[in-house]
């Protein structure tokens, strides 16, 4: 099978290009995304040093206050005539306290005036609000569009492979088309820079996959043919043939089963090219447990499996009715037993019971059909988008970022 893709080491890239045009679909806040992009970070020095406007402020505290200058003048003339009457005699002290309770009085009533100025004074604008982290919900709001934006554009790694299609929020996000540089390319859906959903893979030397994507690998429903003429159509988990699916091999042969990461295991039947075929259980690709195996000669077998070999308890049965039970070790008879003992019946009806759940499996034909006709779909899109994607590079409608 040819590479995948999605398993390669991380690539640098270079400038890429997105699309700056009315033909992006975004929301209203597309003009802060270009404000992000145009705006470089701060360096540790300037967002270490204090805001200029708090410095300011700091130094305003030290400045008197020219209500504080009134009061003071207002409240003196009282509170030194009442130190020159206090020398003399009761009659003095009792002006004194008079010239006092004045002083105060005059001193309340300032203060008081100079209040309502400041209250009647316009207030000058609001101040800008700085947030590091989560601001308000405005800002919030204008963050989750830029992040939905859908951009057509084309981007071009160091390997020699480049992407053309879709970008959400600055990686390859919708339908696009991914050319891996003299290999092959895929066509179809992404999602936070990975192949997910439907799409079609194919690769230069004939090899073709059509079906469903999750995470950057093949998993759902889907087709994979081999340039070598094998096929495999059916159930896929992590990238490898993973559950129900039917394997055709290009000399003739073919198996429906179960698999399990990328083998054969569980129950399946398979027909071999001579005209043999076996129903019954799989181990790690191997006929293994129990199971029955017809001989295009018109023999057959009906017992327990090692590695494909007969190992175990079992019948052979010839085309002329004979038939030979018993213990057999690596194919061959070792020790014969009557067909009517318990042990041997036992093994017998193991095998039957096995070799019925293999032609009795589920079928995923149906399935297999919807997702490859869901990939040629997507693959359509990408497609699309991809001319799309060049067209704007060509007319100048995008932006050079270095990622």
Known sequence: ????????????????????????RAGPGAASFHAVLDDPEPDDKKAQAPPRALLRRAHHRLRPCPTQSLLLLLFLPPLALAALLLRGGDGGRHLALLAAAAGFALAAAAAAAAARLRGARPRGPASVQWFIGEGDGEEQQQRDNVRAEVREGVEFYSNGDRYEGEFRGGRCSGSGVYSFFGKGKYEGEWADGKYDGHGVESWARGSRYRGQYRQGQRHGYGVYRFHSGDCYAGEWAGGQSHGVGAQTCSDGSTYAGEFKCGVKHGLGCYHFRNGDRYAGEYFADKIHGFGVYSFANGHSYEGSWHEGKKQGLGTYAFRNGDERAGEWDSGVLKKSLPLSDPAVQRA???????????????????QVNGAVMAANRGATAARVAAIKAVQNRVDGKF???DV
């Open 348 to 366: 017998l009806q193991a095998a039957r019971r096995a070799a019925d759940g293999a032609f009795h499996l589920p079928r995923v034909e149906e």
């Open 1 to 24: 099978m040819d590479g995948h893709g999605g398993g390669a080491g991380k690539l640098t890239r270079t400038p890429s290009s997105l699309l700056r045009s009315p033909t992006v």
């Open 399 to 401: 932006c050079f970022i």
